[in-house]
């Protein structure tokens, strides 16, 4: 049975993210991920060979964990787990931005069905304008604002987690870096 370490930690400057060599997350290559999961993009060009980010012909250094490529030689596509765990980043991402709308609209719901209780007669109009405009303001406020950098540090913290079980399954040969 593996031991499991604690994922390296995952490094901000001023409040932002701050790629590193241990946890080398790419906002180029999740999106380039994305835009191939959904058949918009070929899983061709040339990326890091470490961590895959898109390099242009010019780079002679990833931009995102500064390994040269003279060193190690880049690569012609995204490897399968490696995109599995850029994949896994983005659903907890969701997941949590998703709860927090839901709440929101609970929320709105709850105190809709409150008012209907409490307001008498024609002025339950209200209830059923706030069911669908409060309910709506509460779901973005909840899920855009206030979940949203929580959702997005807890998906660094899985990236972070999720690369280094790559990195160490790379090494011991149990997957394959091949896409």
Same mark, same amino acid.
């Given at each position: ?5 604690p ?36 899983n ?32 012609e596509?995204?490897? !399968?787990?490696? $995109? &599995?765990?850029?994949?896994?980043? @983005?659903?907890?991402? *969701?997941?949590i931005?998703h ?21 008498p ?12 405009a ?6 973005s ?6 979940a ?8 660094? !913290?899985?990236? $972070? &987690?999720?690369?280094?079980?790559? @990195?160490?399954?790379? *090494? ?5 870096d091949?896409?």
């Amino acid at each position: 049975m593996s031991t499991r370490l604690p994922p390296p930690p995952v490094r901000y400057e001023e409040g932002r993210f701050v790629a590193t060599h241990e946890v080398p997350f790419s906002t180029a290559l999740d999106e380039l991920i994305a835009e191939v999961r959904e058949g918009n993009a070929p899983n061709l060009g040339r990326f890091c060979g470490y961590c895959s980010t898109p390099l242009t012909p010019q780079d002679g250094v990833c931009p995102t964990c500064a390994t040269e490529t003279a060193a190690l030689a880049p690569r012609e596509k995204i490897p !399968r787990p490696l $995109a &599995a765990v850029y994949t896994r980043k @983005r659903k907890v991402e *969701a997941r949590i931005i998703h709860g927090a709308a839901w709440l929101g609209i609970s929320i709105g719901a709850a105190i809709s069905i409150g008012l209907i209780l409490v307001l008498p007669g024609w002025t339950k109009i209200f209830a059923v304008i706030f069911l669908v405009a409060g309910s709506y303001y509460l779901a973005s406020y909840m899920g855009n604002v206030l979940a949203q950098d929580f959702a997005y540090r807890r998906g660094l !913290r899985t990236f $972070a &987690a999720r690369w280094q079980e790559y @990195r160490r399954a790379l *090494a011991t040969g149990e997957v394959s870096d091949e896409a």
